[in-house]
């Protein structure tokens, strides 16, 4: 059976190499390009593709478009497999993409998807609800893992930490969802997220705001 799918990358020529890759295999069929966050989402709707194969960082925030698309595709459309295509090897990233579940989701380093056959493969795994984290990536993981991070902020993935700063502001989950281009749902999740992981899960919602960015502004003041 012939595998849909739609491919997101801000760059042209990246863009342009991946989506040969993809076309050199009969298996699959490329049914929508992107080069933003909005496009592939738009593509997503249109197509209802199989997998997705996306850029983890692309406009209009050039932050991790790639993970938020993973995890609105979870959201609607449950069953798209997605291959995130990234430069980065920092465990934050990985965590984040997998933080709702391995199943469909691949982490490939871009240096190293080298030919037809790894891109292929990841393809292949996430379209029956497998999942590929690129090795260098597991090396960081485990690494991670293994050691006590040195801060408690060393436990939040990217985006969590840039909604610890918008809070740290004193802005509303209204104010730090239209800032950072997000849905209030969205903020509200992470914000859990950064509660638990503070061990704040059973405070009231405003004693939590307030230990959280003190535990923010008291790290950032000791660095």
């Known amino acids: 059976m012939t595998i849909r799918v739609v491919l997101a990358e801000d760059n042209a020529l990246l863009r342009e190499g991946i989506a040969r890759m993809i076309g050199t295999d009969e298996s699959f069929e490329l049914v ?25 960082r692309m406009p209009p925030t050039g ?14 459309y449950p069953k798209i497999g997605v291959v995130v295509l990234s430069q980065y090897t920092a465990p934050a990233y990985a965590l984040a993409l997998l933080e709702e579940g391995s199943a469909g989701r691949a982490y490939l380093l871009k240096e190293r998807v080298a030919g037809v056959s790894e891109l292929s493969r990841a393809i292949h795994v996430v ?25 408690d902020l060393d436990w ?31 903020v509200e999740k992470h914000s859990n997220s950064i509660f638990s992981k503070f061990g704040l899960s059973e405070e009231h919602d405003l004693n939590r705001r307030v230990k959280a960015v003190l535990v923010y502004l008291g790290e950032n003041a000791g660095g």
């Not at 932050?63 to 609607?76: C, L, T, V, Y």
């Not at 939040?156 to 800032?179: D, W």
């Open 63 to 76: 932050s991790d478009e790639g993970i938020r698309a993973a995890k609105w595709a979870r959201e609607n």
């Open 127 to 151: 379209a029956e609800g497998g999942s590929v984290i690129d090795p260098l990536v597991v090396d960081e993981l485990v690494r991670a893992r293994s050691s006590r991070p040195k801060t």
């Open 32 to 56: 929508g390009v992107g080069a933003d966050f909005p496009e592939l989402i738009e593509l997503i709707k249109t197509h209802e593709p199989d997998v997705v194969v996306t850029d983890i």
């Open 156 to 186: 939040l993935t990217p985006r969590e930490t840039e909604i610890l700063s918008e809070m740290a502001q004193g802005k509303s989950n209204g104010a730090i969802a239209k800032s950072l281009g997000v849905s209030e749902r969205a």
